[in-house]
């Protein structure tokens, strides 16, 4: 019996292994060390946070935004006896990992060394603590981001908008925690972006050019990486994002600095640009240092007062009342020149930065190729047509790998043409005599025996030789791999349509709910309890974002059931053709009108009659035995999603039988023969689909199953006992 887990998985696991065990040999002599800093930090942290950390965190984190009315309806609390104590040791724990981690790593370094992971030459002490104090900076940036700006305008809209809607925000100590760490972690590293794409760049290990010509990827991965990771709302999300856009553009600016002085360094000499610039560069730094002096010494100061006025509001430590600085015991005046002096030496560096790497840039030429040289011409910058008429010298020095690199970055822009016409052109220069060409007895080339694309074409024969119809069919590989793919690139094509229909349904209901429509609910389920008991009904949010979650789960669910009619639909020719369905199309056009008919009634009834009148009898019945409810939003949304939704998929359930039963899909004998398998099925998803427990499983699965028998029994009269059968299904195409 083979092992469950591939070769190459076991190598890395057992790779990791060693390497660990490695390093913990090569660090075993200071190992005491190590756990004297773990302890230190997890035990200061404990400390820290019983002695005033989390007053200081409710205080700039959460309410520092909040109006007084947002601030009484807002809490945090403790939802098990021991829900403070395990979190102060948890992230203790965790401290004191990060703190002796990189120690570990020290100590261990000739182990490491060892088995390849750290660099066999000696690393100046000063170029590691200068990469430590950047990484470290960087990351208390955004951290300090997330600190000042991010929490407090994020948790001020997101208790607003529950408090709006009539929900308690009552967050979870433990869950409110959590959610602020991961998203202070993931703003620190995401701080890193310009350190790490200096290093990929600057190694060669991922070029410069691919960061700057998939800025576009860049863009949308952040925008996706920002809606993982933030709250599930268009205000957030743009919080998130556009700093890590600018981060990018600068990370950009660097990586090109630092791979041109790598690539270009001995032909520049900083000292020469500073003695041919330095009027340019000395007028920078007056002009800057005189216009920061100019700033902190007249009337003009009261605009940055002004700007900082402006931003106070958002920020728990700036307070708007900014004075002209006075530090180190100096006077206004000579502070202000201190200033002038760091402002302008900024400047002076900024202005010296440009004109070497314009330098550079010009001095950038491969060895050997002087400017005007043919075979100095950038091929990448060159368009399609100008590939045509490019000399050829510029193709004689090209490698086959290299013709290959550049076909590959012009495809990686949606350029095709300008690929092939690459190929083509070193084809056609090599043709007489490349290192891979070869002379036959009648003086002709092997290369004539290939197709005319080239290399890519000879290449992709090659491949597909090995997938001919000769050798594999669909019973091979499965045919419901075939049936499958063909049914989905059948669906391609109407994506359009099923996609605009999914997405015009879920921003609807999001709406709806998002602008007030999930209080409304509420207050119509509560609005059936004595006047005197309404108040003693609280439905809290133990996550910061829990009820935006709910709302965008509903929303998906919804349009997921709008999009289904539809899809089956599109997708009945292509299934008929695989002989995987029969019967009359057309009855899925009836199928998906009764579907939203029995969604409108459905929920109708459950809206205005069964969930108001159940709710109210259980938070009746709990009021009267003196409980205080305080029900989670999750729980109290789905009960109405199953009390309103619910039932118009239940009523779905027989209308859906008959209908397929009509058009001749499936017709009833089918459905009773196998009713034992389907009533299984529905037990067993519903035990999937409702991890909370036994009874949950039930209080699904049975009313499902009962649907499902009443639909049988509808059937069996309309059938007269199964006598009368529908029409002719057909026969499936070959």
Not at 532 to 543: D, K, P, Q, S
């Amino acid at each position: 019996m083979s092992s469950a887990i591939d070769e190459d998985t076991v190598r890395t696991v057992q790779s990791g292994r060693e390497t660990l065990g490695a390093m913990l040999g090569a660090a075993q002599s200071n190992l005491q060390k190590v756990f004297i800093v773990f302890v230190a930090g997890m035990i200061g942290t404990i400390l820290a946070l019983q002695y005033g950390v989390w007053d200081r965190l409710r205080t700039d984190l959460l309410y520092s935004q909040m109006d007084l009315t947002t601030q009484q309806a807002t809490s945090i609390v403790a939802i098990t006896p021991f829900d403070v104590i395990l979190l102060q040791v948890k992230i203790g724990a965790v401290i004191g990992i990060l703190l002796s981690l990189p120690l570990l790593v020290y100590f261990g370094r000739d182990g490491l060394r060892r088995r390849g992971w750290w660099p066999a030459q000696h690393i100046p002490a000063w170029k590691g603590a200068l990469f430590v104090v950047i990484s470290l900076g960087l990351f208390a940036v955004g951290a300090g981001y997330a600190y000042e700006l991010f929490f407090p305008i994020m948790f001020n809209f997101l208790a607003g908008n529950a408090s709006a809607a009539g929900f308690s925000p009552q967050y979870s100590i433990v869950k409110w925690f959590q959610f602020v760490f991961l998203l202070t972690v993931s703003f620190g590293l995401a701080a890193q972006l310009p350190l790490m794409m200096t290093i990929l760049s600057y190694t060669g290990i991922v070029p410069y050019e691919t960061f700057r010509e998939k800025w576009r990827w860049a863009v949308v991965a952040i925008f996706v990486f920002g809606a993982l990771f933030s709250p599930p709302d268009p205000f957030t999300q743009i919080m998130w994002a556009l700093p890590l856009c600018g981060l990018y553009a600068i990370s950009l600016a660097l990586s090109k600095l630092a791979v041109t002085i790598k690539r270009s360094g001995e032909l520049v000499s900083t000292r020469r640009v500073a003695r041919e610039r330095w009027n340019v560069v000395l007028g920078a730094a007056v002009a800057a240092g005189g216009a920061a002096y100019f700033l902190l010494t007249s009337a003009a100061f009261r605009y940055i007062q002004a700007a900082e006025a402006y931003v106070a509001p958002y920020s728990g430590s700036i307070k708007g009342n900014l004075a002209r600085p006075a530090l180190f015991g100096l006077s206004t005046g000579e502070t202000a020149a201190l200033f002038g002096v760091a402002v302008g030496s900024l400047a002076a560096l900024l202005a010296l930065y440009y004109y070497v790497l314009q330098a550079l840039e010009e001095s950038a030429v491969p060895a050997g190729r002087q400017h005007g040289d043919p075979t100095a011409i950038d091929i990448d910058e060159l368009s399609a047509s100008a590939i045509g008429v490019a000399p050829e010298e510029a193709f004689e020095v090209m490698t086959e790998e290299e013709a290959l690199g550049h076909a590959d970055r012009a495809l990686s822009n949606d350029d095709q043409e300008k690929a092939q016409a690459i190929l083509d052109r070193w084809d056609a220069v090599h043709e007489d005599g490349g290192p891979e060409t070869a002379t036959d007895d009648g003086g002709e080339t092997a290369a004539t025996e290939a197709d005319d694309g080239g290399i890519l074409a000879s290449t992709t024969a090659g491949m597909a030789d090995a997938f001919t119809e000769e050798e594999t069919t669909e019973d091979d590989i499965g045919g419901y791999y075939y049936d499958i793919r063909f049914i989905l690139d059948s669906l391609l094509s109407k994506a359009f349509w099923i996609m605009g229909i999914f997405g015009a349904v879920l921003a609807g209901v999001f709406l709806f709910l998002y602008q007030g429509g999930i209080g409304a609910i509420r207050e119509v389920f509560v609005g059936r309890l004595p006047e005197g008991m309404r108040a003693g009904v609280n439905i809290v949010t133990l996550h910061p974002v829990e009820h935006l979650v709910f709302i965008v789960k509903f929303s998906t669910i919804i349009g997921a059931v709008s999009v289904v009619p539809l899809v089956a639909y599109f997708a009945w020719p292509a299934m008929k053709d695989r002989g995987l369905v029969g019967g009359d199309r057309k009855i899925l056009l009836v199928w998906g009108g009764s579907l939203f008919g029995a969604l409108i009634v459905g929920s109708l009834v459950g809206f205005l009659y069964v969930a108001p009148v159940t709710i109210s009898a259980i938070a009746r019945d709990q009021l009267q035995a003196n409980m205080v409810i305080s029900y989670r939003i999750s729980s109290f949304g789905w009960l109405v999603f199953f009390l309103t939704v619910g039932i118009g998929l239940l009523a779905e359930i027989p209308i859906t039988m008959f209908l397929f039963h009509r058009g001749g899909i499936v017709p009833f004998s089918v459905m009773f023969e196998r009713w034992r398998e389907v009533v299984i099925a529905i037990v067993a998803l519903s035990a999937i689909l409702s991890p909370k427990g036994i009874f949950t499983m039930f209080l699904v699965g049975i009313p499902v199953s009962l649907a499902y028998l009443f639909g049988l029994a509808i059937l069996w009269v309309y059938t007269l006992g199964g006598r009368r059968t529908p029409k002719s299904r057909g026969e499936p195409a070959d």
